[in-house]
Each structure stands twice: as C-alpha cells, then as structure tokens.
C-alpha cells in the first residue's frame, strides 16, 4: 500500500478498470483535485474514512459492500448482454423469414432451369432430324423407310441423352438446394437457443463472479482492515508507553533534584563572638567534625632552678 502523488478522478467515466485505477494497486490511497483522500478497492475510489468498501464495519458488512461494487461494475456488461438478447431473437426470426421466403422462387428456378434445357434439347433433335432426312432423301431413302428411322434415331439419341442428363444434373441439384435451405432453416433454432444461452450463461457468470470476486475483495480487505487497526492499536500503546516512560524520568529527575536541594551545605554566617568574623562551629558541624568537649589532664612539666645546686638544666 502506498499513497500516490498523482491527483486522481474518483468518478472517471471508464468501462476499463486499469483506466479508473489511474496506475494505482489495490490499498493505494491518492487524492482528488479537492485534496480528499481515496483508497483504491480494485474495483473502484472509495473515499477514506466515509462508507466505500473498507469504510469499516463487520466482514459481513465490508463483502457486501465489496459484491455490491463488482455488480455495480460489472452492470454495463451485464445490462449490454440483457439487452442483446431480443435483438438475437428478432435477428434469427428474420433469418427464419428470409429463407423460407427463397424456397418458392428456388424451386420456380429450377423448374424453368428444366424446362430450358428440355426445350433446348428437343429444338436440338429437330434440327438434327431435319438434316439426316435431307442426307438421306440424297440417297433416296423415305424419311418413312424403317432404316431412315434408325439413321435419324441414331442421329438423334446423342442430343436427348445429352438433354436428359442436363435435366435429371438439375432436378438433382434443386433437390440439394431445397435440402439445403430446410436444413438451414432447421438449424436457424439451435443456434439461437444456442446464442442465447451463451448470453445468459455469460450474465450469470458476470453475476456470480462478482459476487465470488466480491467477497474475496471484501475478506482481504477485512483482513486489511484488521491489520491496520492492529497498526494503530500498537502505535497508541507505543505512544502511552514512551509518555509514560517520559513521564517517570521527570518524576525521578524532580526527586533527586529535590533531594538535592534538601542536603545543601548551610551557609556560612558571621558571629559577633568571632574575632575572625567566621563561625567555626557553624562550618565543622556541617561536617560532623566538631572536636570532644571532655578534657584530659595535663602534667606541669617539671622545672629545675638552674641556681639549685648540683642541678643541671638538662636533668
């Protein structure tokens, strides 16, 4: 957790989540241009101190708080997806319409597809029995005459098995054109349903994931919370401690400063009955070093006259 420098917009306007955190971590702290601090939660600014996610209370009160924040977040998916739904729906209803309306006029297509190729092919054997009756009315032989028929009919065979493929290759391929629009049509319902789900399936887990992503935010930031209680409990008991710490010193530095002051040596006065003008007595009481008033007796020395006779003065 940090506090950053930069100034933030707590109500940035952003469906990207990097964008609103404005280059911050989940815990950081940043002002706005008001100077007032937010705590960036990881889905959005929660002002510090007031009611964003970890604005205090029970774990049960910060994950609600925190689900309610990742719903919140993630509404704009969530009311986009809801909205898209009817938009699916007309959408595969009008594909529906579509196409069965291109089965009539596929069919029609085919069918005159057939008719063009057998009109061509018969005006092809005309045209074929015209010239073989002329090649063979040269040789004298009657259009009528059984081996005319077979020449025409040779002649001829080649352009109807020509004509007959082409329309049994198209009535062939209307069949797989039809096939292919039902199967189309057929298939427009499992994939709306299948669209469909997703959107739903893609709702409920933006709902469910916020709510999963909702309290594991809320628990870490619980525990966050907790741990910065701790911090500042510890931090006043360090306070209270170094104060009272503080405040025993002082209380021994007075007393010996006290016990200090009550054991100065008393002043020195002057006494009347002093030729010296000191009080000797005054001065060795305060040191306890007054001399004994008993008196011991004193021997006289003994003296000799120095006229006496056979005294000597050294005897």
Excluded at 88 to 110: G, M, S, V
């Amino acid at each position: 957790m940090a506090t950053l420098g930069n100034v933030i917009d707590p109500n940035k306007q952003t469906s990207l989540r990097n964008e609103l955190a404005q280059g911050a971590n989940v815990g950081d702290m940043a002002r706005d241009a008001s100077g007032t601090l937010y705590r960036w939660s990881g889905v959005g600014w929660d002002r510090e101190g007031g009611s964003g996610i970890s604005g205090g209370g029970s774990i049960d009160d910060i994950i609600n708080r925190s689900i309610e924040r990742y719903q919140e977040a993630n509404k704009p998916a969530v009311q986009s997806l809801e909205a898209g739904i009817p938009e699916t729906q007309a959408k595969y209803a009008q594909l529906t319409t579509q196409a069965e309306a291109r089965k009539d006029p596929l069919i029609a297509r085919y069918e005159n597809l057939i008719n063009e190729v057998k009109n061509y092919g018969q005006i092809q054997e005309q045209r074929q029995t015209k010239v073989t009756s002329a090649e063979l009315a040269k040789r004298g032989l009657l259009p009528s005459s059984t081996l005319a028929q077979q020449e025409i009919t040779d002649a001829v065979n080649p352009i109807t098995s020509t004509t007959s493929n082409q329309v049994t290759g198209l009535g062939l391929e209307r069949e797989t054109a039809i096939k292919d629009l039902e199967d189309y049509i057929a298939n427009l319902g499992p994939k709306e349903t299948e669209e469909l789900r997703l959107a739903r399936n893609a709702i409920a887990q933006l709902q469910s994931g916020a709510a999963n992503q909702g309290i594991t935010m809320g628990v870490d930031l619980y525990k966050q919370s907790v741990a910065e209680q701790q911090a500042a409990q510890a931090a006043q008991e360090d306070a209270r401690y170094k104060a009272a710490l503080l405040a025993s010193q002082n209380f021994q530095n007075s007393l010996a400063e006290r016990e200090l002051n009550e054991y100065k040596i008393p002043s020195l006065t002057k006494s009347s009955s002093s030729s010296s003008g000191l009080d000797l007595s005054a001065l060795l009481n305060s040191f306890n070093i007054l001399p004994s008033t008993s008196t011991k007796p004193t021997t006289k020395p003994k003296t000799t006259s120095i006229g006496s006779y056979g005294g000597s003065p050294y005897a």
